[in-house]
């Protein structure tokens, strides 16, 4: 049953993250956060090759509970 995978494109100075820095980060297995990504907790950018790419600003509102684009002031 293959699906298709959406990919969004970002600015070029926007970082990215693998999968093992962002199970460092949450202290999970890489495997996890491929998880996260297929179930829609992350989104996930494919590189080229196939290879899954998470925007940092998104891993890092997620670390501290606040979802991406939410203005506080």
């Known amino acids: 049953m293959g699906g298709c ?5 970002t600015p070029q ?7 093992a820095e962002v199970a460092t980060m949450f202290r999970v297995d890489p495997k996890t956060v491929t998880r996260w990504a297929k179930a829609g907790k992350l989104t ?3 590189t080229l090759g196939g290879h899954r790419r998470y925007q940092e600003a998104e891993v890092r509102a997620l670390l501290t509970g606040i979802p991406p684009g939410d203005d506080l002031a």
């Open 44 to 46: 996930s950018i494919r």
């Open 5 to 9: 995978v959406a990919t969004t494109r």
């Open 13 to 19: 100075s926007a970082p990215l993250l693998t999968p």
